[in-house]
């Protein structure tokens, strides 16, 4: 995948017509989940404009596929991570560190170098996505985040507050344009740093296969349409 392997050069594209179906997108870690608004420094992969390891940050899933956040258009990725039973921002957060600790990225405030306090952090939250990922095979997939209480937030209100009726199910998401439950995320992967979806009720349809209408060509990215 184009996120990993950095021998494909990666484009950076901004993509006036963003596919919303079913298919592959990007992962973009440490993404700014406040907007674009604050003079966060440009990521070195094209992502957006993060600010690493803030504690304002998260997993995001780039469902519009534009490379960069959205508010209440993209996913974050959300496990309980303190397990006191509900998700805040600093779940949010850890689940951000998480995903960079199980690639072995230990250096969790990103200011490029790793304290021994990070990497005891990275350690345990490396430990903590062994766990979840009880296959063993890298990624998690739907099954997999489901078992961990992990679901996907999509900022609806754009304030930067997660409410309950933001949180989804990994089996139930609603499309970038707000269309669901239309789609499954079928697995994260944090170490190629992409994941995959597919729609619940047009399954095998537009987007929905790998060859076919929404089909993914690393390098090239297509204006299209899930429906
Ligand atoms: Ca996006
Ligand atoms: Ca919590
Ligand atoms: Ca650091
Ligand atoms: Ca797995």
Redesign the pocket.
Known sequence: MIYAHHHISRPRIYNPF?RNGAGYQGN?VDGNLDGNFRPWRRNLFGGGWNRQGSDRSGY?L?????????RG??GVLAFDMNRDGRIDRNDINNTNNMMKAATGNYDLNGDGRTTWIERIQGNALRGQYSQLDRNRDGRLDTHEIARGGGQVWIDHSRGGGVSRNELYSPYGLPN?RGYGPSQRLDYVDPFSRHSHTSNNFWGGGWGGSHGGHGGYIPGRMYAGFGY
């Open positions: 963003p973009i995001v780039d469902t519009n596929r534009n490379g960069r956040y959205d258009r993209d970038s």
